[in-house]
T-cell receptor, first 115, second 114 residues
Framework: AQKITQTQPGMFVQEKEAVTLDCTYDTSDPSYGLFWYKQPSSGEMIFLIYQGSYDQQNATEGRYSLNFQKARKSANLVISASQLGDSAMYFCAMRVYASYGKLTFGQGTILTVHP | DADVTQTPRNRITKTGKRIMLECSQTKGHDRMYWYRQDPGLGLRLIYYSFDVKDINKGEISDGYSVSRQAQAKFSLSLESAIPNQTALYFC?????????????FGPGTRLTVL
């Protein structure tokens, strides 16, 4: 079975500073993908970034980067230069490719950006 | 226009009523999914479909049924709604041919069962 753990229920950051949201995962399958989604207060789920288990480099997408440490089974999201609009719930999710495509989600971390 | 649309966006219904939530996509993706989100929790998979003739149960399919009317349309039905089905429901799509098979979500339907 797969499991995603997000140990930070809430995080606070000052505008323009960087913040790291933690995510650890558990799977015995060697082929998997890790995803981060953002859910603003309006409710929609917005895809941010993807990291494949065989990718050699950490993924980056604009201000988002993924600190992938395979041996430690962690996939932390780093948001640089935080903006007020970054305030939202953030979910880490995993997909094991031997399965049928199901995404397993963590419990989420609420990020609040202070001006 | 949004690539993945869901109707209705909000729905209040009574216990025992049958309701249908609809999802349409213009992304041309073959795979479609239905998830539910309970307050303060991550999403859980209800049903998924890899093409029109392939429909499968997810982890919490009891009390739900689905129909894949076309590649672009995937509907979720609650045969006899009950209060613990009050949740935020998401439809998602993905492209199996892509490298990442990333799932893209619709805006969600907020369902309340009284």
């Amino acid at each position: 079975a797969q499991k995603i753990t997000q140990t930070q229920p809430g995080m606070f950051v000052q505008e323009k500073e960087a913040v790291t949201l933690d995510c650890t995962y558990d799977t015995s399958d060697p082929s998997y993908g890790l995803f981060w989604y953002k859910q603003p207060s309006s409710g929609e789920m917005i895809f941010l970034i993807y990291q494949g288990s065989y990718d050699q480099q950490n993924a980056t997408e604009g201000r988002y980067s993924l600190n992938f440490q395979k041996a430690r089974k962690s996939a932390n999201l780093v948001i640089s230069a935080s903006q007020l609009g970054d305030s939202a719930m953030y979910f880490c999710a995993m997909r094991v490719y031997a399965s049928y495509g199901k995404l397993t989600f963590g419990q989420g971390t609420i990020l609040t950006v202070h001006p | 226009d949004a690539d993945v649309t869901q109707t209705p966006r909000n729905r209040i219904t009574k216990t025992g009523k049958r309701i249908m939530l609809e999802c349409s996509q213009t992304k041309g993706h073959d795979r479609m999914y239905w998830y539910r989100q309970d307050p303060g929790l991550g999403l859980r998979l209800i049903y998924y479909s890899f093409d029109v003739k392939d429909i499968n149960k997810g982890e919490i399919s009891d009390g739900y049924s689905v129909s894949r009317q076309a590649q672009a349309k995937f509907s979720l039905s609650l045969e006899s709604a009950i209060p613990n089905q009050t949740a935020l429901y998401f439809c998602a799509t993905s492209d199996f041919q892509s490298r990442t098979d990333t799932q893209y979500f619709g805006p969600g339907t907020r369902l309340t069962v009284l």
